[in-house]
């Protein structure tokens, strides 16, 4: 089993800034993609962003020119730092972690944190 815990979630205005970490326990962290979603009520869960095993990085829209994917295989930890906050991306974020393949799709990933919440006044 895999253990994820997303942190670092808040309220923001407009234009500023946040890092989420998302803590995994896992033996072999190094071995899953982790990736960043987003969910606001009443949407569709929303990709935001991938990080490999191998550090391979891919970027939703959304995310693209404003937010950072990275992780610390170290630390068991994966982050994402997010720039120029909008009100649109106010959601529940959420890490998953998936062995096996590098992909945008909710389902495609079987572990996935609690979600933190992520608020942007205009």
């Known amino acids: 089993q895999v253990q994820l815990a997303e942190s670092g979630g808040g309220v923001v205005q407009a234009g500023g800034s946040l890092r989420l970490s998302c803590a995994a326990t896992?033996?072999?962290?190094?071995?899953?993609?982790i990736g960043w979603f987003r969910q606001a009520p009443g949407k569709e869960r929303e990709f935001v962003a991938f990080?490999?095993?191998?550090?391979?990085?891919w970027y939703g829209d959304p995310a693209k020119g404003r937010f950072t994917i990275a992780r610390d295989n170290a630390k068991n930890t994966a982050y994402l730092q997010m720039n120029r906050l909008k009100p649109d991306d106010t959601a529940v974020y959420y890490c998953?972690?998936?062995?096996?393949?590098?992909?945008?799709?909710?389902?495609?990933?079987?572990?996935w944190g609690q979600g933190t919440q992520v608020t942007v006044s205009s």
């Open positions: 896992v033996r072999i962290f190094s071995a899953y993609t």
């Open positions: 990080i490999s095993g191998s550090d391979g990085t």
């Open positions: 998953a972690a998936d062995y096996a393949s590098e992909s945008a799709i909710a389902a495609e990933y079987d572990y």
